[in-house]
């Protein structure tokens, strides 16, 4: 790996060269992940990957102007410094807000760079030729902002957020709530009902972790199988079973935890308020996400965990 001081212009311009390619096609990448939910942004970015190959274009033509018809290979992640950009593929599946951000960050940092890379050369072409990049990214900016105007209507930016709330729910949200419901108030019966008839803390725990990470794996396993996501629009049956195994471990971890404690009462009494934290986070969720009504979310939450951890005590006291 050399240092960005240490190329020459015709090196300078075939990393340039390069990184318009490489920009051009994630811009693309990135249109057709959009094309099914959101059209108008799929559009601006199917522009912008335009353009790119536009100043490509351009790029070489000068390129063969002053060097010849070879063009060596530089990539970002050959010159010490320089930005590279990870391929779509590799990133997990972005809401649209963040692939709009990370389109302003490309543009803006690539302009920063030319521009830092010009201020720190003595030589007066590579000067120019990096303050002419600097330009030249500095109208990709321009271009992004015009196009987005152009297609991204206050409506269709209101629809398209609309979308990626919707797919957030379905695709996190939901399995994540199913998981922390169901870790948390399943396992109330099985960890109190083992609290009271042992009298021990500890064999409370090991029956709490026992039912925790049972009930983790069945609904990681129940969710992930449930549909492959192909048309209900859930996402990754993967990500989901992921999800809901982790929050359902979770939710039962949550009341499991408190009986570490050697005091019977102590544990008792902590792991039952951690109980009303749990029912308490599920019932925002259940409002925030779900649209349910405060007072009826609430409700609901309470009886079903109140029946679920009367019958645990009443089976352990029996």
């Given amino acids: 790996m050399r240092n960005f001081s240490e190329l020459s ?19 693309a990448d990135i249109a057709e992940s959009l094309r099914t939910d959101y059209p108008a942004s799929a559009k601006v970015f199917s522009e912008m990957a335009a353009e790119e190959s536009e100043h490509r274009r351009s790029l ?23 930005l590279a950009r990870k391929p779509v593929w590799q990133l997990p599946t972005p809401s649209i807000n963040d692939v709009r951000k990370l389109a302003e960050s490309m543009e803006a940092e690539t302009q920063n760079f030319y521009r830092l890379a010009a201020s720190r050369t003595s030589d007066t072409a590579t000067r120019k030729l990096l ?19 152009e297609n991204l209507t206050e409506e269709v930016r209101s629809a398209e957020d609309d979308t990626a709330r919707r797919n957030f729910v379905l695709r ?3 399995p994540g709530l199913a998981g922390l419901m169901d870790g948390s108030v399943s396992t109330l019966a099985p960890v109190f009902a083992a609290a009271f008839a042992s009298g021990s803390p500890w064999q ?27 048309l209900t629009g859930r996402g990754s049956p993967l990500m989901r079973g992921a999800i809901t195994g982790a929050m359902t471990t979770l939710g039962g971890l949550g009341h499991t935890l408190p009986f570490l404690i050697p005091n019977f009462w102590t544990a008792m009494v902590l792991a039952f308020a951690v109980v009303v934290v749990e029912l308490a986070a599920i019932s925002w969720i259940r409002t925030k996400y779900m649209d349910t009504p405060p007072l009826q979310a609430a409700l609901q939450v309470a009886l079903g965990g109140a029946i679920v951890f009367a019958v645990g005590v009443a089976i352990g006291s029996s």
Avoid: C, N, T, W
């Fill in 9 to 27: 212009d015709r090196e300078i311009l075939a990393l340039a060269i390069g990184a318009e390619e490489e920009d051009g096609r994630i811009y």
């Fill in 60 to 82: 070489i033509d000068l390129y063969q102007q002053k060097f010849g018809d070879h063009i060596p290979l530089i990539r970002r992640q050959d010159v010490r410094g320089f």
């Fill in 131 to 149: 303050g002419d990049l600097a330009e030249a990214e500095a109208e990709h900016e321009r271009l992004a902002d015009r196009l987005a105007r």
């Fill in 172 to 174: 996190y949200v939901q």
């Fill in 204 to 230: 409370a725990f090991i029956v709490g972790i026992a039912a925790s990470l049972g009930a983790g794996i069945s609904m990681g396993f129940a969710e992930a199988l449930s549909d492959d996501g192909s």
